[in-house]
């Protein structure tokens, strides 16, 4: 099976060397950018088969890149990556194109998962941070 080729967007460096870092193994990371008019242009020249994507960005928020996004290229699967565990933005991103919806004090655990899964045609949610056991 190929590897999915995927385009990072956050607006924190040093998260985006992180998640390039823990995604290298499985992936191909084909580009990164720091803002959402940046994602939007990087997405159509590139043409990733996954978008790992920050809600809040400067310039286009999230939101408004993966709408503009999945309007040019129907096929890609956009990961939210979030700092909120909120079932209001989770909601808000479905409406928006996501295939996932992974929160940020998960993703060291839940982001090669769940673009494993996009990869495969399903959705991933982050289980909630709210229902840890210990």
Same mark, same amino acid.
């Given at each position: 099976?190929?590897?999915?080729?995927?385009?990072?967007?956050?607006?924190?460096?040093?998260? +985006?060397?992180?998640? $390039?870092? %823990? =995604?290298? *193994?499985?992936?191909? &990371? /084909?580009?990164?950018?720091?803002?959402?008019?940046? +994602?939007?242009?990087? $997405?159509? %020249? =590139?043409? *990733?088969?996954?978008? &790992? /994507?920050?809600?809040?960005?400067?310039?286009?928020?999230?939101?408004?890149?993966?709408?503009?996004?999945?309007?040019?290229?129907?096929?890609?699967?956009?990961?939210?990556?979030?700092?909120?565990?909120?079932?209001?933005?989770?909601?808000?991103?479905?409406?928006?194109?996501?295939?996932?919806?992974?929160?940020?004090?998960?993703?060291?655990?839940?982001?090669?998962?769940?673009?494993?899964?996009?990869?495969?045609?399903?959705?991933?949610?982050?289980?909630?941070?709210?229902?840890?056991?210990?």
């Amino acid at each position: 099976m190929t590897r999915p080729r995927v385009l990072l967007a956050d607006d924190h460096v040093f998260l +985006l060397a992180a998640m $390039a870092k %823990l =995604l290298t *193994p499985e992936c191909d &990371v /084909i580009g990164q950018v720091s803002d959402g008019r940046a +994602l939007v242009t990087a $997405a159509e %020249l =590139l043409k *990733p088969d996954v978008i &790992v /994507i920050d809600i809040s960005m400067p310039i286009l928020n999230g939101f408004e890149a993966g709408r503009q996004i999945k309007d040019r290229l129907p096929g890609v699967k956009l990961v939210f990556l979030t700092l909120y565990d909120d079932r209001d933005l989770m909601a808000e991103a479905f409406r928006a194109g996501a295939s996932a919806y992974v929160v940020k004090g998960r993703a060291g655990s839940e982001l090669r998962l769940a673009i494993r899964e996009v990869w495969q045609g399903r959705t991933f949610v982050t289980r909630p941070l709210s229902i840890e056991r210990h």
